[in-house]
Structures are given as C-alpha cells and as structure tokens.
C-alpha cells in the first residue's frame, strides 16, 4: 500500500476472532475491542506519547479493513493502528492476545509491509521513514517480567555502535511486574498494562479506555458489526477443522505415509498438499493463520 500524504492515520483491521467470543464478554484486549477503542485519536495519541515520550500533533483515520500488502507471494497484512506524523514517522500498533512462536519474525514481517508500502521499486531507500512497531502482549514472550522490551538494532561485539537503521520494537507485556533496571516506566504506563491485564482501571488513561469499552458494547450497531465479521472466511467450526489437520500434519509429517495421513484425518490429497504448502512457504505462521490461508486458496479456486 502506497502511504498518501497525511498527518496521522489509525487502521481498523480485520478481525479473527470469528465471534469466538460473546460480544458482551469482549475487553480491550480482543482484537476487535482494540482496533474499535483505538479508532479514536483522543484514545490512540496518549498511549503513543507515553510509551516513546514523544508528541504526537495529530492522527487521522483511513477506511477499516485496508490490507498493506508487502509486494511479496504471501496475504497481506492488516495493521490495528497504525500512524503517520508530520515528522516523517509512522508507527504500527497490534494486539497480540494469543501467545504466537517467532515474535521477532511477525516484528520483520510487519516492519517489511511497512517499508515495501513506502518505497516502491527502484526508490531510493532514504525515503524510509523512521518507524515504530508497538506489540502488546498479554503473555511475557520472555519470561523476564519486564513491563517493556524495547528493541534497537546494535552492533553484538560492540553494543555502543549502533545500526540507525530507524526502525524500532516495542513489546508491552500486560503481565510485566518490574522495570530493567535504569529504564524505569511510568505509573501510567503501568496501571494500563494492569488494567489490559484484567485489573479494574485506576489511572484516568485507563479509566477512558474502560469506559469506551463500556459505549462499545452498550452499541447495538457495534454488536451487529461484530456479529457478521468474517462471515465470507467461513464458519468457526471449519477453521477448528482445519487448524487441527495443520496441527496434526505438522506433527506427523514424515512419521506417517501420505494414505495414513489422509485415512485418520478424512481430507483429501490436495488439502494435505495445500496445508504442506503454505507451512513450507510461511513456517513462523501459526495454525490459524494457515488453515485461513488454506481455507482461503479452497475459496479462490472455486471462483
């Protein structure tokens, strides 16, 4: 996606939680809650300002479902928030609810949609912007209790080099419980990971995305949106049929012939080699990111 020129912009993407939930049972923390929350500049502005201790003047929006596609032979991604300032920055801002493998990939990923979407081919690279990538995760990916896990790219034999390559990783873990050392977070910081955590809100930052929540599900228009997301991907019950036969090929790949595969799991041959396909061709995705993908190729060819 070729970025116009704007001050700021805030992407609602499009959901997969496939009504897995009740709509009144959401928080902020499901995807769609999130990118419905945050599609308010008054909600979106202060969380930024205070996790890069910046100011941000302003953000606009862009239509909801908008995919940024990277140019590569893969789906394109959907941002949740994602940003441009008048200082040549953007920022991307994503929920991470359900714990996923390969984080630092999914950051490289999303960093190189980003960058594709910004200069097109034969560009010079010096139109690349400075760029911030912002996770918040409901699990600690580390285990080391940090509230945030900032990451820059240095120089490993010599930490005080340092790439300037402008593009920096943010982890905001909901489950952190200490600062690092000398990198000490704000309380405001700390009372919305807690309240994202499933504490009541104590900060006012966490009182107005409490409340927006509230307005959110007291929205008869919000609960018909929720309801009817994804209708054209499919029902829930086949993409649990297909995550498990993703979880049980990439399990029994090698151990067991192509005709037992194919009898214990009730699928055809090219399903199986359908499945086989998109893990080799994106091995960091996770078993619902390829049975969509998969369920998607069964849609394209019967078009």
């Known amino acids: 996606m070729k970025l116009k020129k ?3 912009r805030i992407e609602l993407s499009k959901c997969k939680e496939v009504n897995k939930k009740p709509f009144e049972e959401l928080t902020i923390t499901d995807n769609y809650m999130f990118t419905t929350v945050m599609c308010k500049a008054e909600r979106v502005k202060p969380l930024l300002e205070m996790v890069l201790n910046k100011k941000i003047k302003k953000v606009v929006f862009v239509e909801a479902e908008k995919t940024q596609e990277t140019g590569y032979r893969s789906r394109g991604i959907r941002c949740d928030v994602y940003i441009e300032d008048e200082e040549n920055t953007v920022y ?9 493998r390969h984080l630092g990939k999914r950051f490289r990923y999303y ?20 760029s911030y990538i912002i996770f918040i995760t409901t699990y600690d990916p580390f285990d080391k ?23 920096t990783w943010y982890i905001l873990n909901t489950t952190g419980t200490k600062d690092a050392k000398g990198h000490e977070v704000s309380e405001e910081i700390k009372e919305m990971l807690a309240y994202m955590n499933g504490s009541a809100p104590e900060s006012d930052y966490a009182k107005m995305l409490d409340e927006a929540v509230k307005d959110v599900k007291r929205s008869e228009e919000r609960r018909l949106e929720y309801m009817s997301i994804n209708a054209n991907v499919g029902d829930e019950r086949e993409i649990g049929d297909y995550r498990t ?22 699928i055809d041959k090219k399903t199986l080699d359908d499945i086989r396909l998109v893990i080799s061709q994106h091995p960091d995705w996770d078993d619902d990111d390829v049975a969509e993908e998969v369920l998607d190729m069964s849609d394209k060819a019967y078009v």
């Open 245 to 266: 036969y993703v979880n049980q090929i990439r399990g029994n790949d090698g151990l067991l012939t192509d005709e037992q595969m194919l009898a214990f799991m009730h």
């Open 6 to 8: 704007a001050v700021g």
């Open 111 to 130: 960093q190189s949609a980003i960058d594709v979407g910004i200069v097109s081919k034969g560009e010079n690279v010096d139109k690349l912007k400075t």
């Open 145 to 167: 209790g940090l509230y945030v896990y900032p990451f820059d790219t240095i120089c490993t034999w010599d930490p005080s080099i340092v790439m300037n390559d402008a593009a």
């Open 92 to 100: 991307d801002v994503e929920m991470q609810a359900s714990k996923k």
